[in-house]
């Protein structure tokens, strides 16, 4: 006799009740079994979260007519399986936690839970993989009709001429606490504990509350906590938003009444959760090999006559020795060495983000110390500029963003951008990068920040750091959008982040499954997010309106409001002023002040230097302490793995953890509090700590692959966010290596990693390519030569500021906000001196980026940008060649350059005069100087335009033409490949 078997086999009463029913019939027997199944909290069928309680689908307990041929497993399923599956699905391959060679094991199910339900090919896990192709992955996809075979298999009933024997499992607390966290902590919990009743743990259930116990042990029925979700007296119908729940489904009541029937039992035990263990192939991945205590430099000796430098001005470094060796492998040398103007350009742009000044270039340029480049390169990391340059860079890496971002209002963060600042105080200070991770990850568990009396601040920025990780869309502000799907999403967003830029592993495929390609299992996945759990808990939640802290130390306290009051009393007095003017004016109540001052540009003449010394005094006020912060509460909830990433199907519970593939049973996550009494849990700072292990085999190359890709175009690894077995190989794996172990060895030190890759011969190298270059390393992935690069939209922004002498220095502060003009263009509004800010320091809302960065790719942060693209699009050469802001500047360059010139000689007006424009134009734009071909062509160029504006403004005088005609030479050239391109 058979027996349609499913895992849904909890009880013994179901197991009676359908062998009592078989008797009637295959399709009878099927069709009660697959309505089990439905019921059953384990099924695949998805339930409903909403008000009405259960639903179940008709397709559930749909069967085949009686008269079409039954369907047994052993017959007709188990060969496909053992054909198309077995070889990934074994007892000793347990890809995804499945093992398909018994029918015991078919019916257990994986990591993602069973993958079939009775009755419905639909619901069914194994159906929608096969049927999708997504199963088997390597091509050897199944038939039409096996397909079809197994799909009719599942809707007859999915039987078994042997059932298997599947024990039943009584109910746990593991079956019930995701219920009561996901349904009723919000009420009963940490934050709000009605009727004095905790429900985020079972002991506080057996407790209960004011009114007594919530949970009679083997009485579901006189049980008051069933009575309140049965009758929906819980949650309370009017609160479901304000507490952002959703009633618990029929099934989850179910769980709920098992669980108190069996007597309210707790395990002791973990469950099984189909464990992937990682093999020796798995761990022998090139990035998962723990970074070498040391890398032998290949010899020189074999450096040929071309590689010598032109200069003899700087030692050979170990780079250039991998590079070299790989070269000369193939028949190739290094390039020239660039021309130095060449060379002062690139590495200022580089380094600082900003062409050199004339005098800068001058300097360099000019300068006979054989050492001249060392010195250079020095001055330039010693620049509170560098700090602006490759602070962006990083923050790229965290998803940094001015506003929450979400589908409506995109709200601004109002102080997101000290952690902005932040991150280009470490850079600048060279702060060791293993400290600068320790202080993202885990600020809060460095120092105590509760205790007044030990707030510095160096604890200040402990906290300030950790914004990191609050950098993602953050929609759970809204009254509709704080739902507990929301807030995990948020979270997954945060682990992408660390993920991506700081592990260089794509992990997000593992929320809802195994890795298809990497050696991340379901499980890792989980046991990763439960080291963020003390932080970002979505059952005791925090939104991105309360979530921040007021820090700061005594002295900054008793600093800011010795200069905040005073300034404030004037802000308050010239508010008063402005009131009272225009209450003068306004004769008929509710007039709006835009109609008043346009009705009346007397007033608009005395309101506007009051608004202008507004905005200065406000300009000077001191920020509040509030800090966008995230830290430990030190009452994480349990974590379970999340069948199918669904945020309503917990699965077995897991303990904080690290990938296994990277773990190292002799060095364990060494969790414990991070001080005596803490409240804090320590889990992120042993994270941190263990992810700065000197030996880790990520940290380190994944950060001097980003830098080397910065700086040369690409990375040794070309996969920036991906080291894992779908990534690039490595190019050159030895000198990614050699340059990890030093970047340690050198104590983590950021910039002595960018004097090493700037010092390189490799480098210093032209662009010029040879045609046995071009033959034989065509797309440059040997480095036979440096290639050409536009420059990135912050660059070439600030480039464009910098030059006509419109930049505003200012370090640090509120971001500079933008406005959106009538013509739709996004735009900086400049200070009161009609200065710009850096590009870093211009609010960055998500739904209003500046026209001109967004142009010019600046990206979408969702979450984050580990790599940008570079694209050439029309509207770039168009808002260069028509912006009207970009006219503006080419005219103050213009007026600069002449100012400059009549400064070194006693009037601008012959050809010799014009010769020294043009030397002095090509100097500040290109930094190099022109040619003689160029100086005559430009100054020809010059003339005509100054006859064309002399025609164009005949009132003009001589001054003013050649400003004219300067500017337009001026626009021309910024708008040329030569200055929107590093080489």
């Not at 809204?478 to 700081?502: C, H, K, Q, W, Y």
Request: charged share 25%; hydrophobic share 40%.
């Amino acid at each position: 006799m058979g027996w349609v078997m499913s895992r849904a086999a909890a009880t013994g009463i179901d197991r009676v009740f359908v062998g009592l029913c078989w008797a009637a019939g295959c399709c009878c027997a099927a069709a009660i079994w697959g309505w089990f199944a439905v019921g059953d909290p384990s099924s695949t069928i998805a339930a409903d979260t909403g008000d009405a309680g259960d639903t179940r689908d008709a397709g559930a307990v749909e069967v085949v007519a009686g008269s079409e041929r039954p369907l047994w497993f052993e017959d007709e399923i188990a060969p496909l399986l053992n054909q198309h599956c077995i070889d990934c699905h074994n007892a000793d391959e347990l890809e995804a936690g499945l093992n398909l060679s018994t029918a015991a094991a078919v019916v257990e199910g994986g990591e993602s839970g069973p993958i079939f339900a009775v009755g419905n090919r639909r619901h069914s896990l194994l159906f929608e993989v096969i049927e999708s192709g997504e199963m088997p992955p390597d091509g050897d996809s199944l038939s039409a009709d096996e397909i079809e075979r197994v799909g009719r298999w599942i809707d007859q009933g999915a039987a078994f001429r042997d059932p298997p024997e599947t024990a039943a499992r009584p109910a746990d607390q593991h079956d019930v606490l995701p219920i009561l966290l996901l349904r009723c902590t919000a009420c009963h919990g940490a934050e709000v504990r009605r009727g004095e009743l905790d429900l985020r743990t079972i002991e506080g259930l057996r407790q209960g509350g004011s009114s007594g116990a919530v949970a009679i042990a083997g009485d579901p029925d006189a049980s008051p906590l069933i009575r309140r979700v049965e009758t929906q007296a819980c949650p309370p119908h009017g609160e479901l938003l304000k507490y952002f729940v959703v009633r618990p489904s029929g099934t989850e009541i179910d769980s709920l009444r098992r669980w108190i029937a069996d007597g309210m039992l707790e395990s002791e035990t973990e469950r099984s959760g189909g464990e992937i263990e990682r093999g020796s192939i798995d761990r022998d991945h090139w990035a998962f090999r723990p970074l070498p205590a040391s890398v032998v430099v290949p010899p020189v000796a074999t450096l040929g006559s071309q590689a010598e430098s032109t200069d003899r001005n700087v030692d050979w470094q170990p780079i250039d020795a991998f590079i070299h060796r790989r070269l000369h492998d193939r028949g190739l040398d290094f390039a020239p060495e660039a021309n130095r103007q060449r060379l002062i350009r690139r590495v200022h742009v580089g380094l600082v983000g900003v062409p050199p000044t004339v005098a800068e270039l001058r300097r360099w340029a000019t300068d006979d110390d054989p050492q001249w480049y060392p010195r250079m390169v020095d001055s330039l990391l010693a620049s509170p500029r560098y700090g602006e340059r490759w602070g962006r860079h990083w923050l790229d890496v965290a998803g940094y963003a001015d506003s929450e971002g979400g589908q409506s209002e995109d709200p601004v963060r109002a102080f997101a951008w000290k952690y902005r600042d932040y991150v280009i105080r470490a850079i600048n200070d060279d702060k060791p990068w293993d400290r600068f991770l320790h202080e993202q990850l885990a600020g809060d568990e460095l120092a105590d920040y509760r205790d007044p009396a030990r707030v510095s601040d160096k604890v200040v920025d402990n906290l300030t750091a950790t914004g990191f990780l609050r950098m993602g869309v953050d929609e759970t502000g809204s009254r509709t959008m704080n739902f507990v799907p929301e807030r995990v999403g948020l979270i997954a967003e945060a682990l992408d982040v660390v993920g991506s830029g700081v592990m260089g592993l794509t992990i997000e495929c593992a929320r809802c499954h195994s890795h298809k390609y990497d050696p991340i299992s379901h499980s890792d996945y989980y046991r990763f997010k439960a080291i963020f759990q003390g932080a970002f808990d979505e059952h005791d939640w925090m939104s991105w309106k309360t979530r921040r802290l007021d820090l700061e130390t005594p002295t900054a306290a008793e600093s800011r409001r010795a200069i905040n009051e005073p300034l404030q009393q004037q802000i308050d007095d010239l508010r008063t002023a402005r009131r009272q003017a225009i209450a003068e004016f306004q004769v008929k109540p509710r007039v709006t002040e835009a109609v008043l001052v346009d009705r009346h540009p007397e007033l608009a003449d005395r309101l506007r230097p009051i608004d202008a010394r507004l905005d200065e005094l406000q300009a000077r006020l001191v920020p509040p302490p509030t800090i966008r912060a995230l830290w430990d509460r030190g009452r994480p909830s349990p974590t379970y793995v999340m069948i199918r990433g669904e945020h309503d199907r917990p699965g077995r519970p897991v303990e904080p953890g690290v990938p296994a593939v990277l773990s190292d049973p002799e060095s364990p996550l060494e969790i414990e509090p991070p001080w005596p009494d803490a409240e804090s849990t320590g889990r992120r700072l042993a994270f941190a700590r263990w992810l700065t292990r000197p030996d880790h085999p990520l940290t380190a190359r994944v950060l001097v692959n980003r830098v080397w890709a910065l700086h040369m175009g690409r990375g040794i690894v070309e996969t920036l966010d991906n080291f894992g077995l779908q990534g690039a190989r490595p190019s050159h794996p030895e000198l990614l290596d050699w340059l990890a172990r030093d970047f340690v060895d050198n104590g983590w030190s950021l910039k002595s990693l960018h004097r090493r890759i700037v010092l390189s011969r490799t480098y210093r190298q032209s662009g010029e390519a040879s045609t046995k270059s071009l033959e034989i390393d065509p797309d440059n992935r040997d480095w036979s030569r440096m290639t050409p690069r536009r420059l990135d939209g912050e660059t070439l922004r600030d480039s464009l500021l910098a030059v006509s002498g419109r930049l505003d220095w200012r370090l640090g502060g509120p971001p500079s906000p933008v406005t959106v003009r009538e013509d739709g263009l996004i735009m900086e509004r400049p200070a009161a001196d009609g200065r710009y800010r850096r590009s870093v320091y211009v609010q960055l809302r998500r739904t209003e980026l500046p026209s001109l960065l967004a142009l010019f790719d600046y990206p979408e942060m969702r979450p984050n940008c580990i790599q940008r693209s570079t694209s050439t699009v029309s509207l770039q050469s168009l808002i260069l060649k028509n912006n009207a802001s970009v006219h503006s500047w080419s005219g103050d360059l213009a007026a600069r350059l002449i100012v400059e010139v009549a400064e070194s000689a006693p009037a601008v007006e012959t050809a010799g005069d014009h010769e020294a424009l043009v030397r002095l134009t090509f100097q500040t734009l290109f930094c190099r100087s022109p040619t003689a071909e160029e100086v005559g062509e430009a100054i020809d160029t010059l003339e005509t335009l100054a006859s064309l504006w002399r025609a164009e403004q005949p009132e003009a005088d001589d001054a003013e033409v050649l400003r004219l005609a300067l500017t337009t030479l001026c626009h021309t050239f910024v708008n040329s490949a030569e200055f929107s391109y590093i080489d």
